[in-house]
């Protein structure tokens, strides 16, 4: 017996039943009109009719469109530019003609769906801030005409950073959407020239705009295969996890070769080069997720992007000899044409280089990473290629080697981004390795190709897989920002780091003299380079050195070690190579001249930029240095923890220590950090260390004190007018410095002065001034503490290279 309905076992409810079943009814279609319209979508791409708009940019509009297009929002899309109407009309016209859809649409519903974009698109001139009030008041119209809910609107700027200022308060001041609605500003490289310049435009873009809101576009980063590498990593974890670090891996390359010249762009070039346009931004993009730890949740962009900051923070600082650079010879030419420069101009600018990146963690510590770019090479490629280490020794010849089996034949994973040989996107496995796992729905085994050789090996020694459906990057990003992806972008916090990392090597060869080079396959091995340490280097000599033409300038090999006086002590001038090479000399004879006589050798060291290139040659150079019986000291050090950047037994660490064998209890950092304070009076550790002195160094006198000289005239941590350390009794002193960070452990005057011998290294223009000055005034600690340098009973010796000594 079926039973009947409760309203008519209860006619008093009958009223609230049918109220709520048309309330119900009323949600649903409510519902079901959400999901036909979710919301109007207002796409403004500025700089609409430039180069980059009309190759990439409204296609990817296009691309949108097609995949969005009756799932529920309706759009419009404003070209905007500073051209005249009728000119920028005219230009979108013939961009739009041009668009095509993907091979499996339809002639036919191409042909419809280029027409509803074209009808959906237009052109207007945006320059003022009454343009942009009339484009907002335009689209608010629009919507209430058709009766729609806005959902958001999407700024792309598709133009030069310096524009970028005043757009943005454009956009703020006069065409935010209203509440509910959504704003989405889409900013293309370059993010800055410097650290100094990318901080700047960061502070300038986030006074228009949150963070949340800004989509800082690396085109690379929309690549298929670079999208891919993290998800490829987090499917294959089982296998990768034994593989994936230093005990395994022989070197990382991460690559981009182009075919072209920088021939209409010398503009920018000149401005940025190489090392700016690429590798600061692609290349460094890539090697943070081929080196950073793999989130449990690398869908999480809020965890991406902090294990990325863990990376950043573990790259060991580049040097000069980190990189070598390279400039095709018809690139000053193209300047001097146009940039109307005069015919005796020479440019620096590289349009090649390649640069040695260290990461000190545990798990790469060790592991070479690789980063090359440059114009008119030989082919146009890029890929990133992790070769593993190989210990296997068969006895078989190779003919019977097995692709699948033998542990003998390479063993490499290729994240192959596109063109080369291969001409498109793949991932290769080596089949001696693991066979891998990718998503069947978007990524399909490589067909074989006989003949085919990539990276010294046939095809068919790879598991090769490539995109189902290849996309192009920017289609991929469009996307990625309509759907608020933030993990296929730059943060402000990534941005401002990847600069950290780069400004110093930037600033060290703004002077460097590029390698020329001929363009394309005639380059033969001129620019091949090879990797020892720390440092890089071609691999073979350029004609133009071995051969010297008539006529041709000196170079600094023409110029010998100069030998002279300086404030009545010897001194040691030349070129920044060969000064840091004679220090080296004389510091390894000193303590081998120590060791013989005392058994030890006491060596206390200066902090700061300019002992670094030391700090390698001795690491690198030096294999008779007798490290087993020496004593390092720190002259000087920040009132910081030691594993900071800023410390001084940090660099120390990362520049020497971790390179050489010294005894752990011959190594002496300053105590700036005790009971988890710094440099706290009452925690006495300068008297610490004074006993620690006394204790180990016979009479307090180090063997070798190695100081610099500040532009203010300081050394150690003395500055002008200090009111210790500078003369009295006490050996070390806490001091205060005018720079961050500001709290400083010295040792004084006097505990200097009792030493056998004192090295001053000056070095760069920018100490010229100084160095002049210190020349000629007397002993007055008090305005210069470097002049209050004489040792006792010791000697004091001055390396100064040219530009310091003669500018």
């Not at 998503?439 to 095809?459: I, M």
């Not at 100069?562 to 840091?580: M, N, T």
């Amino acid at each position: 017996m079926v039973a009947e309905p409760s309203f008519k076992r209860y006619p008093r409810h009958a009223g609230v039943w049918k109220m709520l079943t048309a309330s119900v009814c009323v949600a649903l279609l409510a519902c079901l009109h959400a999901q036909e319209l979710r919301g109007h979508i207002s796409v403004i791409l500025l700089g609409a009719t430039g180069d980059l708009a009309r190759k990439y940019l409204w296609q990817g509009l296009f691309q949108l469109y097609l995949d969005e297009a009756g799932k529920g929002h309706s759009f419009r899309f404003h070209g905007a530019a500073l051209t005249t109407t009728e000119q920028g009309q005219e230009v979108i016209a013939k961009v739009l003609e041009s668009l095509s859809c993907p091979r499996d649409t339809a002639p036919a519903r191409c042909a419809e769906l280029k027409d509803q974009f074209q009808q959906l698109s237009e052109y207007r001139r945006l320059k003022t801030a009454e343009d942009y009030l009339a484009l907002s008041k335009d689209i608010e119209a629009w919507v209430q005409r058709e009766g729609l809910r806005e959902a958001g609107r999407v700024f792309y700027f598709s133009v030069p950073p310096f524009a970028y200022a005043d757009i943005a308060r454009n956009i703020n001041s006069s065409c935010r959407p209203g509440p509910g609605a959504w704003l989405r500003v889409a900013l293309e490289k370059p993010f800055g020239h410097d650290h100094r310049s990318a901080q700047q435009l960061a502070t300038e873009l986030g006074s228009f705009f949150q963070e949340d809101e800004m989509y800082r576009v690396d085109h690379y980063l929309g690549k298929q295969v670079v999208a891919q590498i993290l998800p490829f990593r987090d499917q294959n974890r089982e296998a990768l996890d034994g593989l994936w670090s230093r005990h395994h891996v022989d070197r990382v390359e991460i690559i981009m070769k182009e075919t072209v010249d920088a021939g209409g762009r010398t503009s920018f070039y000149e401005e940025y080069g190489v090392i700016r346009d690429v590798l600061q931004n692609h290349l460094t993009e890539i090697l943070t997720l081929v080196a950073m730890e793999l989130p449990r949740n690398v869908s999480s962009s809020e965890a991406v992007l902090q294990h990325k900051l863990q990376a950043f923070r573990a790259l060991r600082g580049l040097q000069k000899g980190s990189a070598v650079l390279g400039q095709y010879q018809a690139y000053s030419e193209q300047v001097r044409r146009e940039l109307q420069k005069p015919d005796g101009f020479h440019s620096l600018t590289p349009t090649f280089a390649g640069v040695l990146v260290h990461i000190d963690n545990l798990r790469w510590e060790g592991v070479p990473f690789i980063l090359m770019s440059g114009k008119a090479l030989d082919e146009r490629v890029s890929y990133v290629r992790i070769l593993f280490k190989n210990q296997a020794c068969c006895v078989q010849s190779e003919k019977h080697w097995v692709p699948d089996q033998s542990r003998c034949l390479p063993q490499q994973i290729v994240f192959y981004i596109g063109h080369g040989e291969l001409g498109s996107p793949a991932v290769l496995v080596s089949r001696n390795l693991f066979r891998p796992s990718l998503p069947s729905s978007s990524w399909q085994e490589v067909a074989g190709r006989p003949g085919l050789h990539l990276f010294g090996r046939p095809l068919s020694d790879y598991y090769a897989y490539s995109p189902v459906r290849e996309q192009d990057a920017y289609s991929i990003l469009i996307s990625h920002i309509f759907h608020h992806r933030k993990d296929s972008f730059i943060t402000t916090e990534n941005l401002l780091a990847s600069w950290v990392f780069w400004t110093p090597l930037l600033d060290s060869l703004a002077h460097e003299v590029p390698r020329l080079y001929p363009g394309g396959a005639e380059n033969g091995r001129l620019l091949d380079f090879e990797f020892s340490g720390n440092n890089l280097a071609f691999s073979q000599q350029p004609l133009e050195q071995l051969v010297p033409g008539p006529g041709s300038g000196p170079t600094p090999s023409d110029f010998q070690v100069l030998r002279a006086k300086y404030r009545e002590s010897p001194l040691i001038s030349a070129w920044p190579e060969e000064l840091i090479a004679k220090l080296a000399d004389d510091i390894e004879a000193t303590a081998v001249q120590a060791v013989r006589r005392f058994g030890k050798f006491h060596l206390a060291l200066s902090g700061g930029s300019s002992p670094i290139a030391l700090f390698q040659q001795l690491a690198t150079g030096h294999y008779g240095f007798p490290w087993a019986h020496t004593h390092l000291w720190l002259a000087d050090e920040r009132c910081v923890p030691l594993w900071d950047p800023e410390s001084n037994f940090q660099g120390l660490q990362v520049h020497l220590l971790q390179h050489v064998r010294v005894p752990y209890y011959n190594i002496h950092p300053m105590p700036v950090h005790l009971r988890q304070r710094l440099c706290a009076e009452e925690d006495r550790g300068a008297q610490v260390y004074a006993e620690e002195i006394s204790a180990l160094v016979a009479n307090s006198s180090f063997d070798l004190v190695l100081l610099g000289m500040g532009t203010d005239g300081h050394t150690a941590s003395l500055f002008p007018q200090s009111p210790t350390g500078l003369d009295g009794e006490q050996l070390v002193v806490l001091t205060k410095s005018p720079f961050r960070p500001y709290q400083r452990m010295s040792l004084s005057l006097p505990l200097i002065n009792r030493a056998r011998k004192v090295a001053v290294l000056v070095m760069g223009r920018m100490k010229r001034e100084i160095a002049v000055l210190v020349s000629r005034v007397g002993h007055e600690p008090r305005k210069w503490p470097i002049s209050g340098v004489l040792p006792d009973s010791g000697q004091l010796v001055w390396y100064m290279d040219y530009e310091a000594f003669l500018g």
